[in-house]
């Protein structure tokens, strides 16, 4: 099992960027492929994104491809979601989740989640 703490959200104005962060604690956090998702209100929690336990392969939802990275930093134990061109759609609380098995956008594939981090972004 590993601890989860997301933070870095705020209120954004459209265009603006965000970092996001998800420090680990508790077991070897290279050990986790590491995803990021999303839930705007009154919608379903849905895959954003997903990171290598190496960090060398990255996959990405087709509605945020191009705007989002995410990264991590192993010696650190932290992996981060780097947004870009903020757009009022994003607006949702973003989670961090992982998982000791296959990368995967299957949310229930991942055991170990965060709390979330509000994003808001005006127009």
């Known amino acids: 099992q590993v601890q989860l703490v997301e933070s870095g959200g705020g209120l954004a104005q459209a265009g603006d960027s965000l970092r996001l962060s998800c420090a680990a604690s508790g077991r070897t956090f290279s050990r986790y492929v590491m995803a990021w998702f999303r839930q705007a209100p009154g919608d379903e929690r849905e895959f954003v994104g997903y990171i290598s336990r190496s960090g060398a392969t990255t996959y990405y939802a087709d509605s945020v491809k191009g705007r989002f990275t995410i990264s991590r930093d192993n010696a650190k134990n932290t992996v981060f979601l780097q947004i870009n061109s903020l757009k009022p759609e994003d607006t949702a609380v973003y989670y961090c989740?992982?998982?000791?098995?296959?990368?995967?956008?299957?949310?229930?594939?991942?055991?170990?989640w965060g709390q979330g981090t509000q994003v808001t972004v005006s127009s």
């Open positions: 989740a992982a998982t000791g098995g296959i990368a995967t956008p299957n949310r229930a594939q991942y055991y170990d």
